[in-house]
């Protein structure tokens, strides 16, 4: 378990809805990736590099609903620029399951 945090330092994380437009292998990843190409409404169209490889093919993901950190600062993974965190459960493998909203709502709408 991790440590103990306090309220603030919750609200400091910008988690937001966006939908997965555009989806690609990132073969010079050290670890088997996607690109991810995410509309997050008012906030626009940010990038992600994700370890979706094992659970999902790159056709299940486009138009799908996804949670992400989206006050990180840009980190570079290899010749791509990945701006976004895209949130899920971690199987046993470090395997992940996609977290996503089980209604539809606004693109870009905050988690709280």
Request: glycine content about 8%.
């Amino acid at each position: 378990m991790s440590p103990s945090i306090t309220y603030d330092d919750f609200a400091k994380v910008d988690m937001r809805i966006g939908k997965v437009i555009r989806v690609e292998d990132h073969p010079k990843a050290r670890k088997p990736a996607y690109k991810l190409w995410i509309d997050f409404g008012p906030l626009g169209i940010k990038t992600s590099s994700a370890q979706l490889t094992r659970r999902y093919r790159k056709e299940d993901l486009e138009g799908r609903l996804v949670v992400a950190v989206v006050n990180f600062p840009p980190r570079q993974i290899a010749d791509f620029v990945s701006e976004v965190l895209v949130l899920g459960a971690m199987g046993p493998d470090n395997d992940v399951v996609l977290l996503q909203p089980d209604q539809p709502v606004p693109l870009g709408w905050p988690i709280g």
